[in-house]
């Protein structure tokens, strides 16, 4: 009996179901790898957003707001003194000194507002800005500050 060549070279062409289940398995495997360590890979941006922003992003608004206004805002205006004019010398404010969605100041990446004292307690001579990090805990470890 003949065999025909193009059939043989065919089934040494496909797959076999063995073959098949391992790249299953492989991919799942990975798949979990993936999820069980994206809450790392996917925190440290967050923290990496938070430090930007405390340590750089709220420099030139909070230097521009000090020029215009003679010194920092007090820790009782806070951050807001950057949106709208505080109670004090209102006349020579010239904000807003940083863009906001319809007035309403940035949060930290967890949902939380960034906090902000002056004169600060770790820079003396000029102010703190931080976030609570993710436990949105003041106070912890996790805090992410200017500092």
């Known amino acids: 009996m003949l065999r025909n060549p193009e059939n043989q070279r ?8 063995f073959e098949i289940l391992i790249v299953v398995a492989l991919i799942a495997l990975l798949a979990g790898v993936a999820v069980v360590n994206a809450d790392k890979i996917f925190g440290q941006n967050q923290e990496q957003v938070a430090k930007i922003f405390v340590k750089q992003s709220l420099e030139v608004p909070l230097t521009s707001f000090k020029i215009a206004m003679g ?9 807001q003194a950057l949106v709208t004019a505080p109670g004090t010398n209102a006349d020579r404010w010239r904000g807003p000194y940083i863009k906001t969605d319809g007035g309403k100041l940035p949060v930290d990446p967890w949902g939380s507002p960034y906090l902000y004292r002056y004169p600060g307690t770790h820079n003396t001579d000029r102010y703190d800005v931080w976030s609570a990090g993710p436990d949105r805990k003041d106070g912890t470890a996790d805090d992410i500050g200017n500092w």
């Open 71 to 79: 010194g920092y805002p007090t820790t009782e205006e806070g951050l």
């Open 10 to 17: 065919a089934r040494r062409a496909a797959f076999t179901l």
